[in-house]
């Protein structure tokens, strides 16, 4: 598993939690807790941020400076150009593609659907075509070919805007696979951060799980088995919400990422 990277599209200009990427949570940003996590992989080789040429986001060309990391400077609004620039710039052959709404992807889940996508020289694998894993621990990984014959057919505004859309639209044209989890679907779940009260809920998670390092699923359902007021914090906010209302802008195309 040679050349396989990380690319994280990241900006400060979100609209319904506006600089989330780089609050704080335990004296680490959102961001920060991401890559700590995406370099607990096996399988990863490095990390790309893709990040907008918006002034304000110049902080983030600074924490990936800091980190060490490669980055790409692109379009806010086309973030499907956004990739694919990156991934030109860098020689991409295979891409994991997160996001720091995810700072509890867990690297373990994470392996699971890189080795599925090596395994059955698929285009297009993740754990989210039919979601079975807690909201919050997306993972897709594309090679770059995919990425390229979405960049050149994708013409929907929502298809531009979200990098695997139109992939998903066109099973016909990609070989694609779902990652399910064994055992309970937990698909009801909401460990992404996309709104206060999603961070206030990571911030319970990291507070009394971050001093062991890396946690993992088991880790957390286990905390919230005993601590059920917790999952109260963000409960009955629709998933893909973002996804949904760039669809009613394009024509309400119906079929989303589910």
Request: hydrophobic share 40%.
């Amino acid at each position: 598993m040679n050349n396989i990277t990380a690319l994280i599209q990241a900006r400060l200009g979100s609209t319904r939690l506006h600089g989330k990427t780089l609050m704080l949570i335990e004296g680490e940003s959102l961001l920060g807790h991401l890559v700590k996590r995406i370099k607990a992989s096996r399988y990863v080789n490095d990390i790309v941020i893709a990040t907008t040429t918006n002034e304000r986001d110049n902080a983030i060309v600074e924490f990936a400076k800091a980190e060490n990391l490669k980055f790409y400077c692109g379009s806010e609004d086309d973030v499907l150009d956004r990739f694919y620039q990156a991934s030109a710039l860098y020689g991409l052959e295979a891409i994991v593609r997160v996001t720091p709404d995810c700072p509890m992807l867990d690297p373990d889940v994470m392996d699971i659907v890189i080795s599925k996508f090596y395994e059955g020289n698929y285009d297009y694998v993740s754990n989210v075509i039919t979601p079975t894993f807690p909201d919050g621990l997306d993972t897709e990984v594309f090679s770059f070919r995919t990425l390229e014959k979405a960049w050149h057919e994708a013409r929907l505004p929502s298809e531009r805007e979200h990098v695997t859309a139109y992939i998903l639209k066109h099973p016909e044209l990609f070989r694609q696979f779902n990652v399910k989890r064994e055992g309970e679907d937990l698909s009801w779940m909401r460990w992404t951060v996309d709104t206060q009260r999603d961070l206030e809920f990571v911030k319970g998670i990291f507070q009394r799980l971050g001093n062991r390092g890396i946690f993992h699923v088991d880790d957390v359902i286990e905390l919230l088995r005993g601590n059920p007021d917790l999952m109260k914090i963000n409960s009955g906010i629709t998933r893909n919400e973002g996804y949904l209302k760039a669809l009613k802008k394009d024509g309400g195309y119906e079929k989303n990422i589910q």
